[in-house]
Nanobody
């Protein structure tokens, strides 16, 4: 079992920045693909960004050029740097850890952190 704890959310004005962090309680953090997802009221959870164990990244079109995902395997932590924030970025942001084996997939989720972009 992997526990994920997000932090760094809050209220920010349009055009501002926030950095989300997600700390994982596993000694094998480095083999997990990590991701950030978000969910707004009345909408389905959507992918924001992912980073593989090898460091390859993928972004939703809506955040490309504004958000950056990174990981520090020594600290068992994944980050999401969010710049040029827009009101439509308002959502609860969730951290995900994923790995696949021959027999099954493992998926773990954090409790979420609220990001509100408003003037």
């Amino acid at each position: 079992q992997v526990q994920l704890v997000e932090s760094g959310g809050g209220l920010v004005q349009p055009g501002g920045s926030l950095r989300l962090s997600c700390a994982a309680s596993t000694s094998i953090f480095s083999i997990y693909a990590m991701g950030w997802y978000r969910q707004s009221p009345g909408k389905q959870r959507e992918l924001v960004a992912t980073i593989t164990s090898g460091g390859s990244t993928n972004y939703a079109d809506s955040v490309k050029g504004r958000f950056t995902i990174s990981r520090d395997n020594a600290k068992n932590t994944v980050y999401l740097q969010m710049n040029s924030l827009k009101p439509e970025d308002t959502a609860v942001y969730y951290c995900n850890a994923h790995r696949s084996t021959t027999w099954r997939d493992y998926d773990y989720w954090g409790q979420g952190t609220q990001v509100t972009v408003s003037s």
